[in-house]
């Protein structure tokens, strides 16, 4: 498996990967085609030809913040995430970023361990950050090579 760069083709099994994931921000069609146009980084993995993750990234100063990150629930625990964060990170290292940073749920236990797992610390949180349902936001934040 390999990452490559979201296509206009992709939207439409991003949007129902998102939909299987609840816990991930909640993006529009239009959101996800300004990825395909450049306009943010993104990268998906197929998996027997169909996409069965995606990340999206954006670059602030000498830092890359990952904005959603999802793999199809039914995919997970095969490297797919992984191999997502590392076209992600391997981007920010083109521009010499410094920290990737993002935001996650804070009752997002996998999402967490998984971060923890690729060397990231919570920094701060964010009260009350998430809707449908409420919920705070834990920062998390990783020192890049």
Known sequence: ?????IEDADVKRILAIQAA???IA???TWDYNRVARGEMAG????????????IVARKIAHEIEILNFAVSPELRERGIGAILLQAALAWAKTFEA?????E???SNAAALHFYEHHNF???GRRSRYYNSPIE????LSAKLP
Request: proline share 5%; charged share 20%.
């Open 1 to 5: 498996m390999r990452s490559r760069p």
């Open 21 to 23: 994931c609840p816990e």
């Open 26 to 28: 909640q993006w529009t």
């Open 43 to 54: 990268w998906v993995v197929e998996e027997e030809g169909s996409v069965a993750g995606f």
């Open 98 to 102: 410094t920290h990737a940073i993002l």
């Open 104 to 106: 996650v749920r804070s």
């Open 121 to 123: 610390q919570t920094v």
């Open 136 to 139: 705070d936001a834990l920062l």
